[in-house]
């Protein structure tokens, strides 16, 4: 079946510009999360969705970032005047819940000039 | 807090030969441990998890691990490695409590697997 698809695959854009970057996860997962990949890191936690309300957002690293998941499916992370630090493989998983393990779409890699 | 120590960056080893990959963690409460395979410009594949039960946990692609109270650890196996094993591993950890979902990865280490 399909698996997690986020887009785009690779996103260019300058300082101070504002990105969306989309997740579809799997079709029935009521569980969603975003993670950030820098380079040479392991995925670090953003925010976590249970069906269409946040449940957890401490891993923000501020007021730029922003995550919505309007129908409990689809869900769209938003940058506002990203900075060159915001630059990172954007990471979205999904899944059903409880301790089931959580599957990773390919990513988007987001590069700021 | 929670957390994850990967020790090693890299891990070599001949094809043929059995490998481990090291995970050490810390939760508060029990933890759900889980590892991931993540290989070049593609995303993180999960591979197997300890969730409760046996100690000795198998998953896919004949990787195994083994969960050690004691020692908080969680190391990965495998009896004979093969070169198309060689990728990026990464260890996680979630506190089994309530309210708490979100995965802690460790730093990751490449495994490189030689013919």
């Known amino acids: 079946g399909a698996g997690v698809s986020q887009t785009p695959s690779n996103k260019v854009t300058e300082k101070g510009k504002y990105v969306e970057l989309r997740c579809d996860p799997i079709s029935g997962h009521t569980a969603l999360y975003w993670y950030r990949q820098s380079l040479g890191q392991g995925p670090e936690f953003l925010i976590y969705f249970q069906g269409t309300g946040a449940a957890d957002d401490s891993g923000l690293p501020n007021d730029r970032f922003f995550a919505v998941r309007p129908e409990g499916s689809v869900s769209t992370l938003k940058i506002q005047r990203t900075e060159r630090g915001d630059s990172a493989v954007y990471l979205c998983a999904s899944s059903s819940g409880g301790p089931d393990e959580q599957f990773f779409g390919p990513g988007t890699r987001l590069t700021v000039l | 807090a929670q957390s994850v120590a990967q020790p090693e960056d890299q891990v070599n080893v001949a094809e043929g030969n059995p490998l481990t990959v090291k995970c050490t963690y810390s939760?508060?409460?029990?933890?759900?441990l889980f590892w991931y395979v993540q290989y070049p410009n593609r995303g993180l594949q999960f591979l197997l998890k300890y969730i409760t039960g046996d100690n000795l946990v198998k998953g896919s692609y004949g990787f195994e691990a083994e969960f050690n109270k004691s020692q908080t650890s969680f190391h990965l196996k495998k009896p004979s490695a093969l070169v198309s094993d060689s990728a990026l591993y990464f260890c996680a950890v979630r506190d089994m409590r309530a309210g708490f979902q979100k995965l802690v990865f460790g730093t990751g280490t490449r495994l490189l697997v030689s013919p």
């Open positions: 939760v508060s409460g029990n933890p759900y």
